[in-house]
Nanobody
Framework: QVQLVESGGGLVQAGDSLRLSCAAS????????TGWFRQAPGKEREFVAAISWNGGITLYADSVQGRFTISRDNSKNTVYLQMNKLKPEDTAVYSC?????????????????WGQGTQVTVSS
């Protein structure tokens, strides 16, 4: 079992930046790829970004490519999502997820472990 806890959300203005963190505990000795997903009110949960266990492979949704950067520090069992040039349409609950696959996936059903999420609100 892997437990995930997100932090770093908040209320910001359009154009601002935020850095989300996803701290893992439990069976962190295994090799897990990690992804970030988000869900806005009334919408389906959507893929944002994902990273392989060793950080060598990263994936991004087209809507965040060039603005968001996913990274990880395995010595701290933490994955980060740096979000720059935030837009009102980025407003959502952001959740991190882990999969026992070492290769990151865009599909939420590939992820077995989920955090509770952190709210990001971007005002115009």
């Amino acid at each position: 079992q892997v437990q995930l806890v997100e932090s770093g959300g908040g209320l910001v203005q359009a154009g601002d930046s935020l850095r989300l963190s996803c701290a893992a505990s439990g069976r962190t000795g295994s090799s897990y790829a990690t992804g970030w997903f988000r869900q806005a009110p009334g919408k389906e949960r959507e893929f944002v970004a994902a990273i392989s266990w060793n950080g060598g492979i990263t994936l991004y949704a087209d809507s965040v490519q060039g603005r968001f950067t996913i990274s990880r520090d395995n010595s701290k069992n933490t994955v980060y999502l740096q979000m720059n040039k935030l837009k009102p349409e980025d407003t959502a609950v952001y959740s991190c997820a882990a999969t026992s696959d070492t290769i990151p996936r865009r599909i939420k059903d590939a992820y077995a472990y989920w955090g509770q999420g952190t709210q990001v609100t971007v005002s115009s």
